[in-house]
């Protein structure tokens, strides 16, 4: 690494960094919420009596960062709504967890036809950074969609691994916050996660850094919600920011 790292200082000893996609490198989270709220609005109006999906609180509390379907049953549940789980070949709907899940990946991939995926300028200059310092990195996400996004957006280039729900399932591969998906990051970059960051916008994530030993954990808080960079910490955050371009140092030029 040079004398005049770009780095700030928590990064300067690590030797790879593994990026979540959804929210840390695309601007895509939000995409996300609208084909959840979409999904799950249904199942609550089928239901009576319940408050529409909250695309903040809920999104960030029940599914940012899981699987589809560790998502949709966690928010289910959090409503009470014991629906059965159902299997992967589920037509998209309100009847089970998978048709649920199913309905939410079906308006996901209509927005993401409309309207592309944008990606978050500090997160790609640090990427820059990092490659500039010799400093390999891979990008993570529980979606099945993350190469496609990355693709869209001219970022796939950039990583030299990519763990997302497509390699998960073929992997057998559990979804965070069980540290699986970044400890094979990790191991495709051939760095030991007590030697590798991991950056990250969802408390799930933040979690399976922790758990799986990195030596870093970055939580990113681009919500502006109350409460939820001290989420990200109590968690297991070492450092939170409110964009990953922050962990470059004062002067570093765009």
């Keep these: 690494m040079s004398a005049a790292s770009p780095l700030a200082a928590c990064l300067r000893p690590v030797r790879a960094v593994v990026f979540d996609t959804d929210g840390v490198l695309t601007d895509s989270a939000r995409m ?3 084909a959840w709220q979409e999904a799950f609005d249904a199942c609550l109006a089928a239901a009576g009596g319940q408050r529409p999906f909250d695309p903040v609180d809920d999104y960030l509390r029940h599914v940012d960062g899981r699987s589809r379907l560790d998502g949709a049953a966690a928010f289910l549940a959090s409503r009470g709504l014991a629906l059965p789980p159902g299997s992967p070949g589920d037509a998209p709907g309100t009847g089970t ?8 990946d079906e308006v996901f991939r209509a927005l993401l036809r409309e309207r592309g995926a ?3 300028p500090g997160s790609v200059r640090l990427v820059h950074a990092l490659r500039g310092e010799g400093i390999p ?3 993570v996400s529980a979606s099945r969609h993350a190469t496609e996004l990355l693709t869209r957006a001219g970022l796939l280039g950039l990583f030299r691994a990519v763990v997302d729900g497509n390699e998960a399932a073929r992997l057998g591969l559990p979804g965070k916050p069980d540290p699986a998906l970044f400890a094979e990051a ?5 760095v030991p996660p007590r030697e590798a960051a991991v950056v990250e916008d969802a408390t799930a994530g933040v979690e399976a850094g922790r758990r799986g030993g990195f030596g870093l954990v970055v939580g ?3 919500s ?3 409460g939820h960079a001290a989420a990200l910490r109590r968690h297991g955050a070492d450092v939170v920011v409110a964009d990953p371009g922050d ?4 002067g570093t030029a765009p």
């Design 224 to 226: 502006g919600t109350p």
């Design 97 to 104: 967890v998978a048709a649920v899940a199913a309905r939410k």
């Design 247 to 250: 962990l470059l140092a004062p």
């Design 186 to 190: 990790a191991r495709r970059l051939a």
């Design 32 to 34: 996300h919420a609208a």
């Design 118 to 120: 944008a990606v978050w």
């Design 137 to 139: 990195c891979a990008a």
């Design 220 to 222: 990113v808080d681009r």
